[in-house]
Protein backbone atom coordinates (compact mmCIF):
# COMPACT_ATOMS: atom_id res chain seq x y z
CA UNK A 1 0.00 0.00 0.00
CA UNK A 2 0.99 3.62 -1.11
CA UNK A 3 0.50 6.62 0.54
CA UNK A 4 0.69 9.93 -0.88
CA UNK A 5 0.00 12.94 1.41
CA UNK A 6 -0.43 16.47 -0.38
CA UNK A 7 -2.64 19.55 0.37
CA UNK A 8 0.63 21.69 3.01
CA UNK A 9 1.73 25.17 2.48
CA UNK A 10 1.93 28.44 4.07
CA UNK A 11 -1.18 30.15 5.13
CA UNK A 12 -1.89 32.91 8.71
CA UNK A 13 -2.77 32.04 11.54
CA UNK A 14 -6.54 31.77 11.55
CA UNK A 15 -6.83 30.64 8.22
CA UNK A 16 -7.26 26.73 6.76
CA UNK A 17 -5.86 24.10 5.10
CA UNK A 18 -7.18 20.68 3.78
CA UNK A 19 -4.68 17.49 3.52
CA UNK A 20 -5.25 14.56 1.11
CA UNK A 21 -3.84 11.30 1.70
CA UNK A 22 -4.62 9.01 -1.23
CA UNK A 23 -3.92 5.64 -1.30
CA UNK A 24 -3.09 2.90 -4.36
CA UNK A 25 -5.56 0.13 -2.60
CA UNK A 26 -9.09 0.37 -2.94
CA UNK A 27 -9.46 -0.85 0.22
CA UNK A 28 -8.68 1.98 2.43
CA UNK A 29 -12.08 2.31 3.98
CA UNK A 30 -11.20 -1.21 5.82
CA UNK A 31 -8.03 0.23 7.52
CA UNK A 32 -7.34 2.86 10.17
CA UNK A 33 -6.32 5.91 8.61
CA UNK A 34 -4.61 8.66 10.78
CA UNK A 35 -2.35 11.45 10.54
CA UNK A 36 0.90 12.71 12.51
CA UNK A 37 3.09 15.52 12.67
CA UNK A 38 6.20 16.20 13.30
CA UNK A 39 7.75 19.88 13.99
CA UNK A 40 11.49 20.58 13.95
CA UNK A 41 12.90 19.57 17.07
CA UNK A 42 9.99 17.56 18.08
CA UNK A 43 8.98 14.05 18.89
CA UNK A 44 6.45 12.64 16.04
CA UNK A 45 2.50 13.09 17.75
CA UNK A 46 -0.45 12.11 17.09
CA UNK A 47 -2.98 14.31 15.26
CA UNK A 48 -5.96 12.59 14.69
CA UNK A 49 -7.74 8.94 13.32
CA UNK A 50 -10.63 7.63 11.10
CA UNK A 51 -11.33 4.24 12.55
CA UNK A 52 -12.33 1.82 9.89
CA UNK A 53 -15.12 2.32 7.86
CA UNK A 54 -15.46 5.39 9.26
CA UNK A 55 -16.93 4.02 12.58
CA UNK A 56 -15.05 6.46 14.99
CA UNK A 57 -12.60 9.50 14.72
CA UNK A 58 -10.42 10.74 17.85
CA UNK A 59 -8.58 13.90 17.87
CA UNK A 60 -5.35 15.27 20.02
CA UNK A 61 -6.85 17.74 22.44
CA UNK A 62 -4.50 20.50 21.17
CA UNK A 63 -6.76 20.42 17.68
CA UNK A 64 -10.21 19.31 18.55
CA UNK A 65 -12.77 21.44 17.65
CA UNK A 66 -10.08 22.87 14.82
CA UNK A 67 -9.40 20.30 12.54
CA UNK A 68 -11.42 17.34 11.03
CA UNK A 69 -11.05 13.91 10.05
CA UNK A 70 -13.05 12.74 7.18
CA UNK A 71 -12.89 9.46 4.31
CA UNK A 72 -14.10 8.83 1.18
CA UNK A 73 -13.66 5.73 -0.74
CA UNK A 74 -9.24 5.49 -1.26
CA UNK A 75 -9.08 9.16 0.44
CA UNK A 76 -8.77 10.20 4.00
CA UNK A 77 -8.84 14.31 4.45
CA UNK A 78 -7.77 16.63 7.25
CA UNK A 79 -9.21 20.04 7.13
CA UNK A 80 -7.61 22.38 9.35
CA UNK A 81 -9.28 25.65 10.23
CA UNK A 82 -8.14 28.23 12.76
CA UNK A 83 -4.85 27.14 12.20
CA UNK A 84 -1.80 28.21 15.14
CA UNK A 85 1.86 28.74 14.56
CA UNK A 86 2.36 25.80 16.58
CA UNK A 87 0.60 23.73 13.80
CA UNK A 88 3.41 24.43 11.76
CA UNK A 89 5.08 20.71 11.43
CA UNK A 90 5.62 18.20 8.54
CA UNK A 91 1.87 16.45 8.50
CA UNK A 92 2.04 12.32 7.89
CA UNK A 93 -0.80 10.16 7.03
CA UNK A 94 -0.53 6.49 8.12
CA UNK A 95 -2.65 3.35 7.56
CA UNK A 96 -3.13 -0.20 9.04
CA UNK A 97 -5.46 -2.57 8.75
CA UNK A 98 -4.78 -4.76 11.67
CA UNK A 99 -4.95 -2.05 13.95
CA UNK A 100 -7.13 -1.70 17.47
CA UNK A 101 -8.50 1.39 18.71
CA UNK A 102 -6.72 1.37 22.13
CA UNK A 103 -3.24 1.53 19.91
CA UNK A 104 -4.99 3.73 17.31
CA UNK A 105 -2.89 6.86 18.52
CA UNK A 106 0.72 5.09 18.45
CA UNK A 107 2.23 5.89 15.36
CA UNK A 108 4.64 2.79 15.90
CA UNK A 109 1.21 0.70 15.24
CA UNK A 110 0.74 1.59 11.65
CA UNK A 111 2.70 0.19 8.75
CA UNK A 112 2.17 2.35 6.01
CA UNK A 113 3.20 6.11 5.66
CA UNK A 114 3.28 8.69 3.38
CA UNK A 115 5.73 10.81 2.41
CA UNK A 116 4.29 14.14 4.30
CA UNK A 117 3.49 17.67 3.91
CA UNK A 118 4.59 20.87 4.86
CA UNK A 119 2.29 22.89 6.92
CA UNK A 120 3.18 25.95 7.73
CA UNK A 121 1.51 28.75 9.97
CA UNK A 122 2.47 32.98 10.24
CA UNK A 123 1.87 34.89 12.99
Known amino acids: VQLQASGGGLVQAGGSLKLSCTATTRTLNSYYTGWFRQAPGKEREFVAY??????GTRYADSVKGRFTISRDKNTVYLQMNSLKPEDTAVYYC???????????????????WGQGTQVTVSS
Open 50 to 55: VARFGS
Open 94 to 112: AADPRIIMSSAIDGDQYDY
